[in-house]
């Protein structure tokens, strides 16, 4: 069974940086195009970035230039790299295949306030 476990969220103001790891079990990895999203109370998750097997990248509009995705498929591992966060950032993110395709993870709560 497929596992996938979020990590690095936290409390963190205006401007400041944080990086999310996501690292998958059960599975093979290198196949598959990865991908984060997040989701805000209220709001539908909404994509945030993916990044195919060969290393083409995406970004959502809204964190072009602030976020880097990256992936190491030894360690079966996907990271975000975020800069410059906003409050509406804030949010609990999730990693997945970018269909997605496996079993959701608990996510990882991100908070961006002063």
């Known amino acids: 069974q497929v596992q996938l476990v979020e990590s690095g969220g936290g409390l963190v103001q205006p401007g400041g940086s944080l990086r999310l790891s996501c690292r998958a079990s059960?599975?093979?990895?290198?196949?598959?195009?990865m991908a984060w999203f997040r989701q805000a109370p209220g709001k539908q998750r909404e994509l945030v970035a993916t990044?195919?097997?060969?290393?083409?990248?995406n970004y959502a509009d809204s964190v072009r230039g602030r976020f880097s995705i990256s992936r190491d498929n030894a360690k079966k591992t996907v990271s975000l790299q975020m800069n410059s966060l906003k409050p509406e950032d804030t949010a609990v993110y999730y990693c997945?295949?970018?269909?997605?395709?496996?079993?959701w993870g608990q996510g990882t709560q991100v908070t961006v306030s002063s």
């Open positions: 997945n295949t970018d269909s997605p395709k496996w079993n």
């Open positions: 059960g599975t093979a990895f290198s196949p598959y195009s």
């Open positions: 990044i195919s097997p060969g290393g083409r990248i």
